[in-house]
């Protein structure tokens, strides 16, 4: 099992910054990919960016390309999702996932196996 604990979210104004984290723990030594998913309220949840874990290859949503950039930290198994120039249309519960073998489909939520709780993110206008 992976236990996946978001941190960051809050409440920013539009054009400024976030940085969201996710820290794993438990079995996370065959993670194959992270993501990051968001929900919106009445909408179906959706991809925000992924990468995978060994080699950091990265894809993104065409709506946050150039705004946003995910990474990690291997050695403290943490996650990490940068917002820049935020929208109020980014607002949204950001969930973490992890996915545990591959290949995947990086932006199908179906494909991963362990998610967070989620953090709040809502940008005003």
């Known amino acids: 099992q992976v236990q996946l604990v978001e941190s960051g979210g809050g409440l920013v104004q539009a054009g400024n910054s976030l940085r969201l984290s996710c820290a794993a723990s438990?079995?996370?030594?065959?993670?194959?990919?992270m993501a990051w998913f968001r929900q919106a309220p009445g909408k179906e949840r959706e991809f925000v960016a992924s990468?995978?874990?060994?080699?950091?290859?990265?894809d993104y949503a065409d709506s946050v390309k150039g705004r946003f950039g995910i990474s990690r930290d291997m050695r403290a198994k943490v996650l990490y999702l940068q917002m820049n120039s935020l929208k109020p249309e980014d607002t949204a519960v950001y969930y973490c996932?992890?996915?545990?073998?591959?290949?995947?489909?990086?932006?199908?939520?179906?494909?991963?196996?362990?998610w967070g709780q989620g953090t709040q993110v809502t940008v005003s206008s």
């Open positions: 996932a992890a996915a545990k073998n591959g290949p995947i489909t990086y932006y199908s939520s179906n494909d991963y196996n362990y």
């Open positions: 990468i995978n874990w060994s080699y950091g290859g990265t």
């Open positions: 438990g079995r996370t030594d065959s993670t194959w990919a």
